[in-house]
């Protein structure tokens, strides 16, 4: 069973950028599909991106496309969130998520396609 550390967010002006990480561990980060979701008070948690195993195909929620980026490093089983042009609506928990099947595109925002989770890790944009 993987185990998922999400690097320290932090606060940051709007216009900022920002680098998360997450590194798993108890198996080899290429085995998994890995997926990033984020989580304002008051509201659901909600899809940010995603990138599939084998392949390292991504998606992205039409809110960061363009701003956002995902990526792996399986040599470091570790996949990070480039997160550029911050705006403070972008302020939450940001979770970081596994699977190990090979979602199809259209599912791969979906919560339901994760069966693991990170604890989270607070993202402000504020000036």
């Known amino acids: 069973q993987v185990q998922l550390l999400e690097s320290t967010g932090g606060l940051v002006q709007p216009g900022g950028s920002l680098r998360l990480s997450c590194a798993a561990s108890?198996?080899?980060?290429?085995?998994?599909?890995m997926a990033w979701f984020r989580q304002a008070p008051g509201k659901e948690r909600e899809f940010v991106a995603a990138i599939r195993r084998g392949d390292s195909k991504t998606a992205y929620a039409n809110s960061v496309k363009g701003r956002f980026t995902i990526s792996r490093d399986n040599a470091k089983n570790t996949v990070f969130l480039q997160m550029n042009s911050l705006k403070p609506e972008d302020t939450a928990v940001f979770f970081c998520?596994?699977?190990?099947?090979?979602?199809?595109?259209?599912?791969?925002?979906?919560?339901?396609?994760?069966?693991?989770w990170g604890q989270g890790t607070q993202v402000t944009v504020s000036s």
């Open positions: 998520a596994a699977t190990t099947s090979n979602p199809i595109f259209s599912y791969m925002g979906q919560k339901e396609a994760y069966e693991f």
């Open positions: 108890g198996g080899a980060s290429s085995r998994y599909s």
